[in-house]
């Protein structure tokens, strides 16, 4: 079946550290994969996304390659901000059915 | 700008009073979700349109049940709301299926609490 498994938290890092968190997939084919980030009391946004292998995709100095090898879509970050202080969500969309399946989020904390 | 809306952000109910909670799009797009999220959790889809398809979750209780009487709205009515429907409601919206790579669009929610 389809499946994500995410890095568990929370994390905490200080302003400007190195970010990495851990995603890896379950799934038949070539899904597509995304990470959504949530801030305190709000919905989900879409971060970046990928929806074929080897590639990359990067948004406000977040990335995330697709490894389909190691069934992977690591999110990275090289300097962390205060204003990144969210949950973040890594998902999967499978080639058939209209479900997203996402992992159980990430909470991260960055502090000054 | 284009949008999901939803209505109320926040809803406190009785036990057992029903509830409805809507949303609203400014997208076009074809299909709409509604999520459920207990804290510190991840979504869980409860059903979805496909245009006027209906598609119910199969762990989704009887006591949830949507509407969609047009493209731009949709509705989930609790029937009889219990404690543990307590919870924070999503929707969200993609143009088409999510296996062509399309992304979700989401609202700000709806937090439910049932006393």
């Known amino acids: 079946g389809n499946s ?14 190195f970010l990495t968190i851990n995603c890896t997939y379950t799934a038949t084919g070539y899904p597509s994969l995304f990470w959504y980030v949530q801030y305190p009391g709000e919905g989900l946004q879409l971060l970046l996304k990928a929806t074929k292998a080897d590639d990359k995709g990067s948004n406000k100095g977040f990335e995330a390659t697709y490894r389909k090898e190691t069934t992977s879509f690591h999110l990275e970050k090289g300097s962390v901000q205060v204003s990144d202080s969210a949950v973040y969500f890594c998902a999967l969309a499978p080639i058939t059915g209209n479900q997203f399946y996402f992992g159980t989020g990430t909470s991260l904390t960055v502090i000054p | 700008d284009a949008m999901v809306i939803q209505n ?30 207990k804290s510190s959790q991840a979504p869980k889809l409860l059903f979805h349109y496909y245009d006027k398809d209906f598609n119910n979750e199969a762990d989704t209780p009887d006591n949830f049940q949507s509407r ?40 700000p929610g709806t937090r439910l609490t049932v006393l």
């Open chain 2, 68 to 107: 969609r009487p047009n493209t731009s709205f949709c509705f989930l009515d609790i029937r009889s709301p219990g404690l543990g429907d307590t919870a924070m409601y999503l929707c969200a919206t993609s143009r088409e299926g999510v296996q062509a790579g399309n992304e979700q669009f989401f609202g």
């Open chain 1, 4 to 17: 994500v498994t995410q890095m568990e938290g929370p994390v905490t890092l200080s302003e400007e550290a």
């Open chain 2, 8 to 37: 109320p952000r926040y809803q406190v109910t009785q036990f057992g009073k029903p509830v409805t909670l809507s949303c609203s799009q400014t997208l076009n797009h074809n299909v709409m979700y509604w999520y459920q999220q």
